[in-house]
């Protein structure tokens, strides 16, 4: 199982960017999905989910309103949009899978998801 994140870069604030995490060896359709992001220094942080269906997305509270989360079944990938970055949002992405379904109260632990991504690079200049 592989999932490929990209579409990462150095975008200056108050640009747009749409990461891409793209499952090879696993069809996603039963999958929740998540978006984390780690900065250096500090720990990895929980930022977007969506439920297998994509009829449930929870997002962190420090991007709602400015990052969406989507899911094409049919392409086995996963997107996240992120409009209107800030500095504090650079960071490396991570994309991850997880068997059990997600919810509001799960969706936030690592530990939920049984794979991950390598992580695109997100540096948002002033």
């Known amino acids: 199982v592989q999932l490929q994140a990209s579409g990462g870069g150095l975008v200056q604030v108050g640009d747009s960017l749409r990461l891409s995490c793209a499952a090879s060896g696993v069809t996603i359709s039963r999958y929740g999905m998540g978006w984390f992001r780690q900065a250096p220094g500090k720990e990895r942080e929980f930022v977007a989910a969506?439920?297998?269906?994509?009829?449930?997305?929870y997002y962190a509270d420090s991007v709602k309103g400015r990052f969406t989360i989507s899911r094409d079944n049919a392409k086995n990938t996963v997107y996240l949009q992120m409009n209107s970055l800030k500095v504090e949002d650079t960071a490396v992405y991570y994309c991850?899978?997880?068997?059990?379904?997600?919810?509001?109260?799960?969706?936030?632990?690592?530990?939920?998801?049984?794979?991950w991504g390598q992580g695109t690079q997100v540096t948002v200049s002033s």
């Open positions: 991850a899978a997880a068997l059990s379904p997600l919810y509001y109260g799960n969706s936030r632990t690592t530990s939920v998801y049984e794979y």
């Open positions: 969506i439920s297998w269906t994509g009829g449930g997305t």
